[in-house]
């Protein structure tokens, strides 16, 4: 359908906005006058930042620059325009006695958000505005949905991230926002490379889900007619590189997890996950400790921070408390002392959490306590030590008390920032851990581990002692930019669809 035709349309005329439709009509306009209104390569040299930045070396110099006009200004011969790229703005002049007025006259009629390049000479005005006055102008895109004008204001955030490419475009606090992102990831790559780390990829879609407590999404493979899994974790096939004889490897991917959405969690999310072999749960402690303060020192240019109005030091070493203790000291409520899983129940009823069910073990009980009374209130950062063995079945028991385990979690303004292990490499003990997860399963918890015999044939191999340390990118990304949800620093979070 032609610009014509498409305008001629009663349905359509009713659907467009007034602004709408008189861009469509400056774009046949454009067409008819024989413009390329959707041009092809541009030669950009150069962008704002290196113009203002280096002003005294680009002073009378011809650049060739291209952006999104953002602004525009002025009238008869001679006006003013704000062009927006990727490093900031920067002034352009344009006039008649330059342009022609073919070009003058294409000037004049640009509307706001209309994508161009400009060619020509950089100056100071009398206002000391460094400008780019225009010898050749060029339409690269026209725009035919207006710039909103209120976006900033928007209370409908929603909208704000079903259209992040309007978000980028109007607001530059939400570009720097995943600039730093993808400096953060940059930094912990740099940071574990140094550390003689290997990168890899294990699978996104794999036949058995495991690695964590979690629902994946099924999909269906047509040519081999099997059921598969988006992946819940990478933990067992990087293990499996340990097996090989891999000592150091890490992968920073996409991990899927048909869960609830919240500002804390999307069920699409990126994590880091690495494993060193010959260490424990005390090493991971300290490459915690050795990732999250010193990306923040090279992004941030400290480790001091501030988070929802809160300061958080990043300077190790940090807290460390054992969750029986960090229990009873929260909740006056001591494990140590409830010898079965009837007494932790009764206890903890006692307190009036009804999140803690009949049927739940001691294990699960202490952990469902520790969520409620205890991790709300873990501001600075804290690894809270030795988890009871029902909630962590990939993780070696601890020698002198087989109800535990050598694992630890993360916490920083009250939320679990990363997971780790001293790894179980006890194929026996692993295959009994994996039989009970099955039977919770059949029980109907859909979030227990399934059994993964490969897995287990890879252990009966030998595989050497090991830590493993597991951080969600999305919430230290978070923490590191100040972002109140995890929605602000996804670029395109899942959302539901409009009706």
Known sequence: MSIEEELSSAENLNELSELMRVRREKLQELIDKGYHPYGDKYDRLHCSAEIINNFEQYEGQEVSVAGRLMAKRGHGKAGFANLQDTAGSIQVYGRLNNLGSEDYELFQKLDIGDIIGVKGKVFRTQKGEIT?????????????????????????????????????????????????????????????DEKGFLEVETPMMQSIAGGAAARPFITHHNALDMEL?????????????LVGGFDKVYEINRNFRNEGISTKHNPEFTMLELYQAYADYYDMMEMAEYLVYNTSLRVNGTPVISYQEQ???????????????????????????????????????????????????????LNKVFEEMVEPKLIQPTFIIDYPVEISPLAKKKDDDASLTYRFELFIYGREMANAFSELNDPIDQKARFQKQVEQRRSGDDEAHMMDEDYIQALEYGMPPAGGLGIGIDRLVMLLTNAASIRDIILFPLLKPRE
């Open 311 to 365: 300061e958080i030091n990043l300077v190790p070493p940090w807290n460390r408390m054992p969750m029986l203790e960090a229990v009873k000291k929260y909740s006056g409520l001591d494990f140590s002392m409830l010898k079965s899983d009837q007494e932790a129940v009764k206890a903890a009823q006692g307190l009036g959490l009804g999140v803690v069910q009949p049927s739940d073990t001691w294990g699960e009980v």
């Open 132 to 192: 780019v006055e225009i010898q050749v102008l060029t339409l690269l895109s026209k725009s035919l949905r207006p710039l909103p004008e209120k976006w900033h204001g928007l209370r409908d955030v929603e909208l704000r991230y079903r259209q992040r490419y309007v978000d980028l475009i109007v607001n530059p606090e939400v570009k720097n926002q995943f600039v730093a992102r993808s400096q953060i990831v940059r930094c912990i790559r740099n940071l574990l």
């Open 229 to 241: 899994y988006l992946r819940i974790a990478p933990e067992l096939y990087l293990k499996r590189l």
